[in-house]
């Protein structure tokens, strides 16, 4: 942090306070979708990742 090149302690200010307004603008974002709809949407999501997961472990690296 004290190394002139790395500039100081303003990006790193900078990055934890923006780090913060987005995770937070996320988490209400998704508090106030989940409260209008089914969580349907992400189970369906995760059950098609794993499956994906699956097949792509199962198939190996092609050699």
């Known amino acids: 942090i004290t190394n002139p090149a ?3 302690v303003l990006p790193l200010v900078v990055g934890l306070l923006s780090a913060a307004l987005s995770s937070w603008l996320a988490i209400a974002w998704l508090l106030r979708f989940l409260q ?4 349907w949407v992400f189970i369906l ?9 699956l097949l792509v472990s199962v198939g190996g690296n092609g050699g």
Do not use: A, K, M
Request: charged share 5%.
């Open 6 to 8: 790395l500039g100081g």
């Open 36 to 39: 209008q709809h089914s969580t």
């Open 45 to 53: 999501y995760r059950l098609g990742f794993g499956v994906l997961l």
